[in-house]
Nanobody, 125 residues
Framework: QVQLVESGGGSVQAGGSLRLSCAVSRATVSTYCMGWFRQAPGKEREGVAS???????QYSDSVKGRFTISKDNAMNTVYLQMDSLKPEDTAMYYC???????????????????WGQGTQVTVSS
Protein backbone atom coordinates (compact mmCIF):
# COMPACT_ATOMS: atom_id res chain seq x y z
CA GLN A 1 0.00 0.00 0.00
CA VAL A 2 1.20 3.52 -0.79
CA GLN A 3 2.43 5.32 2.32
CA LEU A 4 2.77 9.09 2.74
CA VAL A 5 4.52 10.57 5.77
CA GLU A 6 4.47 14.33 6.32
CA SER A 7 6.98 16.27 8.38
CA GLY A 8 8.16 19.84 8.87
CA GLY A 9 5.16 21.40 10.55
CA GLY A 10 5.44 23.64 13.56
CA SER A 11 4.73 27.07 14.96
CA VAL A 12 5.92 30.26 13.30
CA GLN A 13 5.15 33.96 13.48
CA ALA A 14 3.35 35.74 10.68
CA GLY A 15 5.72 36.49 7.83
CA GLY A 16 7.87 33.46 8.54
CA SER A 17 8.52 30.34 6.50
CA LEU A 18 8.22 26.58 6.80
CA ARG A 19 8.99 23.71 4.47
CA LEU A 20 6.82 20.64 4.64
CA SER A 21 8.05 17.29 3.36
CA CYS A 22 6.12 14.25 2.19
CA ALA A 23 8.09 11.02 2.01
CA VAL A 24 6.47 8.55 -0.37
CA SER A 25 6.78 4.77 -0.19
CA ARG A 26 5.54 2.12 -2.64
CA ALA A 27 4.90 4.72 -5.32
CA THR A 28 7.06 6.83 -7.61
CA VAL A 29 6.36 10.55 -7.52
CA SER A 30 7.43 10.96 -11.14
CA THR A 31 4.42 8.90 -12.22
CA TYR A 32 1.89 10.09 -9.62
CA CYS A 33 -0.15 13.19 -9.09
CA MET A 34 0.83 14.69 -5.72
CA GLY A 35 -1.12 17.26 -3.75
CA TRP A 36 -1.20 19.25 -0.54
CA PHE A 37 -4.42 20.00 1.31
CA ARG A 38 -5.19 21.67 4.60
CA GLN A 39 -7.99 21.75 7.12
CA ALA A 40 -8.54 24.27 9.89
CA PRO A 41 -10.80 23.58 12.88
CA GLY A 42 -14.45 23.95 11.95
CA LYS A 43 -13.70 24.29 8.24
CA GLU A 44 -13.76 21.90 5.31
CA ARG A 45 -10.62 20.51 3.74
CA GLU A 46 -9.11 22.91 1.23
CA GLY A 47 -6.82 22.26 -1.70
CA VAL A 48 -3.49 24.07 -1.52
CA ALA A 49 -1.28 22.87 -4.36
CA SER A 50 -0.75 19.99 -6.76
CA UNK A 51 2.15 18.69 -8.82
CA UNK A 52 1.58 16.43 -11.78
CA UNK A 53 4.03 13.62 -12.33
CA UNK A 54 5.44 15.25 -15.44
CA UNK A 55 5.77 18.74 -13.93
CA UNK A 56 2.77 21.10 -14.14
CA UNK A 57 1.63 22.71 -10.88
CA GLN A 58 -1.60 24.18 -9.55
CA TYR A 59 -2.15 26.50 -6.58
CA SER A 60 -5.14 27.85 -4.76
CA ASP A 61 -5.60 31.58 -5.12
CA SER A 62 -5.04 32.07 -1.41
CA VAL A 63 -1.46 30.73 -1.52
CA LYS A 64 -0.36 31.58 -5.05
CA GLY A 65 2.88 33.53 -4.99
CA ARG A 66 3.67 32.48 -1.41
CA PHE A 67 3.78 28.67 -1.54
CA THR A 68 5.77 26.44 -3.88
CA ILE A 69 5.26 22.72 -4.44
CA SER A 70 8.24 20.75 -5.67
CA LYS A 71 9.68 17.27 -5.64
CA ASP A 72 12.94 15.38 -5.57
CA ASN A 73 12.51 12.34 -7.77
CA ALA A 74 15.70 10.70 -6.49
CA MET A 75 14.50 11.00 -2.89
CA ASN A 76 10.89 10.24 -3.85
CA THR A 77 9.83 13.19 -1.73
CA VAL A 78 7.42 16.08 -2.30
CA TYR A 79 7.81 19.46 -0.63
CA LEU A 80 5.68 22.47 0.14
CA GLN A 81 7.73 25.61 0.70
CA MET A 82 5.58 28.13 2.57
CA ASP A 83 6.75 31.73 2.68
CA SER A 84 5.11 34.90 3.98
CA LEU A 85 2.88 32.84 6.24
CA LYS A 86 -0.33 34.36 7.53
CA PRO A 87 -2.47 33.42 10.54
CA GLU A 88 -5.15 32.16 8.15
CA ASP A 89 -2.66 29.53 6.94
CA THR A 90 -2.99 27.80 10.32
CA ALA A 91 -4.27 24.28 9.67
CA MET A 92 -3.44 20.62 9.57
CA TYR A 93 -1.65 20.01 6.29
CA TYR A 94 -2.05 16.72 4.43
CA CYS A 95 -0.06 15.18 1.62
CA UNK A 96 -2.06 13.23 -0.94
CA UNK A 97 -1.37 11.13 -4.02
CA UNK A 98 -3.19 9.35 -6.79
CA UNK A 99 -2.02 7.07 -9.58
CA UNK A 100 -2.18 9.44 -12.50
CA UNK A 101 0.46 11.72 -13.96
CA UNK A 102 -2.08 14.53 -14.48
CA UNK A 103 -3.65 16.11 -11.41
CA UNK A 104 -6.36 18.01 -13.24
CA UNK A 105 -7.09 21.71 -13.30
CA UNK A 106 -8.85 21.83 -9.92
CA UNK A 107 -7.72 21.00 -6.39
CA UNK A 108 -10.32 18.41 -5.43
CA UNK A 109 -9.72 16.05 -2.54
CA UNK A 110 -11.99 13.47 -4.17
CA UNK A 111 -9.38 13.00 -6.90
CA UNK A 112 -6.81 11.56 -4.47
CA UNK A 113 -6.57 7.95 -3.42
CA UNK A 114 -3.82 8.02 -0.77
CA TRP A 115 -3.41 10.34 2.21
CA GLY A 116 -0.89 11.01 4.94
CA GLN A 117 -1.74 11.58 8.58
CA GLY A 118 -1.04 15.31 8.48
CA THR A 119 1.33 17.79 10.06
CA GLN A 120 0.20 20.81 12.05
CA VAL A 121 1.11 24.35 10.99
CA THR A 122 0.35 27.19 13.37
CA VAL A 123 0.97 30.82 12.41
CA SER A 124 0.71 33.45 15.12
CA SER A 125 0.11 37.15 14.59
Amino acid sequence: QVQLVESGGGSVQAGGSLRLSCAVSRATVSTYCMGWFRQAPGKEREGVASLSGYGPTQYSDSVKGRFTISKDNAMNTVYLQMDSLKPEDTAMYYCAATATRWCGSELRDSDYMYWGQGTQVTVSS
